[in-house]
């Protein structure tokens, strides 16, 4: 791993795999670690983010699983984020110290979202709990409006926040608002902060306004694809990168309108990889058969520009 370097490029959103019956698989990580890299190039991972259903892990397991990743990506990978957001706030800080304990390249917590923030300020008294948990590891607050309902702008938040949390290091930013994502950007271009898209459909949109990279559960199975699109954009190759986003895209608007989500990710996960992620964690429903065919078939019908 990479202490102090700036995470830039792809992180892969991890999933949680899991057994038949429903408990975390921890004997395909090193596999999956492997897979990641050598398949994907992609070296970053967020673990046990929305995709790793975090939040429907018990804290055992989330720690078992932040150790597991962390010692099979040992040597492997670059960064290793660990999810930490919890909706009681001991719970979150219990993992900061786990994380801090293993050695985590970073920390990111979301809004808590029963009894949640109504104003930045609370927000951030949260954020900062959590964050002094873990005095030596950079944090990301990672905004998900769209699941947590906490709608605080970004720009408004980042304002003076370093001052409360030493440790800010960026954000990964999961919405659709990218005059948020610019004006953040614009304001914090000389701060050594990390934008970190979360609409993969998008992420094109993303870098042209500054983000630095990108973590999304699609990066999984399509970070050799998409790694391709971040090169023909640092070329200046804007045909080329929008041809990438417009093939991701398309298998991404099938999908979503066949009804998307983590349990689907899992499903196209395990056909692209081959390694078993096992069903999702109730109340999510596993893929059906159908939707696995189908979006089995729309992946391999696609021409990629680099003829794959
Ligand atoms: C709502 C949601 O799950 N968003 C995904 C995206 O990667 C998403 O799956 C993709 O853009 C397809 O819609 C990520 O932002 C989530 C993520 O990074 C995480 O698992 O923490």
């Given at each position: 791993m990479t202490p102090g370097k700036k995470l830039r490029g792809l992180v892969a959103a991890t999933i949680t795999p899991m057994t038949p019956d429903g408990q975390i698989n921890l004997s395909v990580i090193r596999q999956y670690v492997d897979y990641l890299v050598s398949e994907q190039n992609v070296k970053n991972v967020f673990v046990n983010g929305t995709t790793g259903e975090g939040l429907s892990l018990s804290i055992q397991e989330r720690k078992q699983?932040?150790?597991?990743?962390?010692?099979?990506?040992k040597d492997k990978l670059d960064h290793v984020i660990i999810h930490v957001g919890a909706l009681s706030l001991p719970e979150s800080q219990e993992l900061a110290r786990h994380a801090a304990a293993i050695g985590a390249?970073?920390?990111?917590?979301?809004?808590?979202?029963?009894?949640?923030?109504?104003?930045?300020?609370?927000l951030i008294a949260f954020l900062q709990k959590v964050a002094s948990e873990a005095p030596a590891v950079p944090f990301y607050y990672y905004h998900i409006p769209p699941l947590t309902g906490v709608k605080i702008r970004v720009e408004e938040l980042l304002d003076g926040i370093k001052e409360q949390?030493?440790?800010?290091?960026?954000?990964?930013?999961?919405?659709?608002d990218l005059l948020?994502?610019?004006?953040?950007?614009?304001?914090n271009e000389r701060e050594q902060l990390a934008f970190l898209y979360g609409v993969d459909e998008q992420l094109l949109s993303a870098l042209a306004v500054g983000a630095d990279g990108a973590v999304g559960?699609?990066?999984?199975?399509?970070?050799?694809?998409?790694?391709?699109?971040?090169?023909?954009?640092?070329?200046?190759?804007?045909?080329?990168?929008?041809?990438?986003?417009f093939l991701t895209g398309e298998f991404l608007n099938f999908v979503i309108k066949l009804g998307f989500g983590v349990a689907q990710s899992k499903a196209v996960m395990t056909f692209v990889s081959g390694i078993p992620m096992g069903p999702p964690r109730l109340p999510l429903a596993d893929a059906s058969a159908e939707f696995i065919a189908q979006a089995k078939a729309k992946l391999e019908s696609i021409a990629w520009p680099d003829g794959d």
């Amino acid at each position: 791993m990479t202490p102090g370097k700036k995470l830039r490029g792809l992180v892969a959103a991890t999933i949680t795999p899991m057994t038949p019956d429903g408990q975390i698989n921890l004997s395909v990580i090193r596999q999956y670690v492997d897979y990641l890299v050598s398949e994907q190039n992609v070296k970053n991972v967020f673990v046990n983010g929305t995709t790793g259903e975090g939040l429907s892990l018990s804290i055992q397991e989330r720690k078992q699983l932040a150790e597991e990743w962390m010692c099979q990506g040992k040597d492997k990978l670059d960064h290793v984020i660990i999810h930490v957001g919890a909706l009681s706030l001991p719970e979150s800080q219990e993992l900061a110290r786990h994380a801090a304990a293993i050695g985590a390249s970073g920390i990111a917590v979301i809004a808590p979202f029963f009894f949640r923030p109504t104003n930045k300020d609370e927000l951030i008294a949260f954020l900062q709990k959590v964050a002094s948990e873990a005095p030596a590891v950079p944090f990301y607050y990672y905004h998900i409006p769209p699941l947590t309902g906490v709608k605080i702008r970004v720009e408004e938040l980042l304002d003076g926040i370093k001052e409360q949390i030493p440790t800010f290091q960026g954000v990964k930013f999961s919405d659709t608002d990218l005059l948020d994502l610019a004006q953040c950007i614009n304001k914090n271009e000389r701060e050594q902060l990390a934008f970190l898209y979360g609409v993969d459909e998008q992420l094109l949109s993303a870098l042209a306004v500054g983000a630095d990279g990108a973590v999304g559960s699609t990066y999984n199975y399509l970070g050799q694809k998409t790694n391709l699109m971040l090169e023909a954009f640092a070329k200046l190759d804007l045909p080329l990168a929008q041809k990438y986003q417009f093939l991701t895209g398309e298998f991404l608007n099938f999908v979503i309108k066949l009804g998307f989500g983590v349990a689907q990710s899992k499903a196209v996960m395990t056909f692209v990889s081959g390694i078993p992620m096992g069903p999702p964690r109730l109340p999510l429903a596993d893929a059906s058969a159908e939707f696995i065919a189908q979006a089995k078939a729309k992946l391999e019908s696609i021409a990629w520009p680099d003829g794959d």
